[in-house]
């Protein structure tokens, strides 16, 4: 049975629990910080749910590095390379984004280059730390092998989202944060946890058709027996050859300005098979649009164009556009007010971790059993 914990609660919990694995205040604060904002957004595949797979479990395997530390390989006046040394993905990319708006701030343009990181959450929040300052923002990722290009069967390229931050007039930003692949391995879990098949066309078989089994695709993802679609899906017919440019775009903006790495180097294990860190490259750019026409203009413009679209013309028995963005701000508002909704399948990973760790909390889900 499906509960809800508000957001300070789960925040703290991640903590105290990230404390627990020897992650200094500061970077479990930060870490705790990016996934309950994912929550808080409503995008649940990426919260809470991976906070022991993703964080936890790489930190118990000795894959990622609780101490989180950054070197800084190249500075320039608007560009930067850090090495993240494997540490927590989520410290390294906000110390980059950070890097990249004050190189904004007195350049008008500021972009960093990430190696050696791990998995840094939803990247629609580093965005947003630009869009605060009333900036652009803009950052990519490559990830492990998941999408197979057009026509190959094969996962090679990561689900490599590239994200936008555009600051408008509007109560929010303009937001665009989606994986280059018809879906992602997170709303898969989602799947998963609510046992659910998956809708036709995500994922590709071995043998080129389309697989929906959610349970099966979860392991078969590791070993390479099935792999997710690009953006258009499977051949050219839906523009799958679109989506595959996009990520390979992503892939090597992520590695080749770092000289990171990239591909099946990011498979996660070594020629053994035994399981190694994933080394993933990232970017960020910030951009000043007062050294164009100014911000307010700016921010008046893409106001007005995401409200003109929105109030075009609906299609039959549709009552609402949206803009990008737009559902996570309401979902933000909602959840404010109702807490996270938790699944009786996380419930039970929280209770395992509480215990485990002897901390000190009652859950609300508790209370009404």
Not at 348 to 368: A, C, Q, S, W
Request: charged share 25%.
């Amino acid at each position: 049975m499906e509960s809800r914990i508000d957001f300070k609660t789960l925040e703290n919990f991640m903590v105290d629990v990230l404390k627990c694995y020897n992650v200094s205040d500061e970077d479990a604060s930060a870490v705790a910080e990016v996934l309950i904002e994912s929550d808080k957004r409503g995008i649940d595949s990426h919260g809470i749910g991976r906070f022991k797979p993703i964080y936890l479990d790489r930190i118990d395997s000795k894959i990622m590095n609780p101490q989180t530390k950054i070197d800084l390989i190249k500075d320039d006046k608007t560009a930067a390379v850090l090495d993240g040394n494997n540490g927590l993905g989520i410290v390294v990319a906000k110390k980059a984004m950070g890097i990249a708006i004050e190189k904004a701030k007195e350049y008008g343009m500021g972009m960093v280059a990430v190696r050696n990181s791990t998995h840094y959450g939803i990247a629609g929040y580093y965005v947003t730390m630009a869009t605060k300052e009333g900036m652009i923002g803009i950052t990519g990722t490559n990830a492990r092998p998941s999408i197979a290009p057009t026509f190959g069967v094969e996962n090679m390229l990561g689900t490599n989202p590239i994200t936008f931050g555009l600051p408008t007039d509007e109560e929010f930003p303009f937001v665009l944060d989606c994986s280059t692949s018809v879906t992602q391995r997170g709303k898969i879990e989602v799947y998963g946890r609510a046992e659910k098949e998956l809708p036709d066309g995500w994922v590709i078989g071995r043998d080129g058709n389309s697989r929906t089994d959610t349970k099966q695709i979860l392991e078969d993802l590791n070993t390479g027996e099935a792999a997710l679609t690009p953006l258009g899906g499977i051949g050219e017919l839906g523009g799958g050859y679109k989506g595959y440019g996009y990520a390979t775009v992503v892939e090597i903006l992520s590695a080749a300005l770092a000289n990171g790495s990239f591909l099946k180097q990011l498979n996660g294990f070594d020629p053994d098979g035994k399981a190694i860190a994933y080394p993933l490259g990232h970017f960020f750019i910030a951009i000043d649009p007062e050294r164009f026409m100014g911000r307010e203009i700016f921010k008046s413009v893409g106001g007005t164009i995401c409200r003109q679209l929105r109030a075009s013309e609906k299609a039959p028995g549709r009552n609402r556009i949206y803009t990008a963005g737009e559902k996570e701000w309401i979902a933000y508002n909602q959840r404010k007010e109702n807490g996270i909704p938790i699944p009786a399948s996380l419930q039970k990973v929280l209770i395992e971790l509480r215990d485990k760790h002897n901390l000190n909390y009652v859950f609300e889900f508790e209370k009404k059993q």
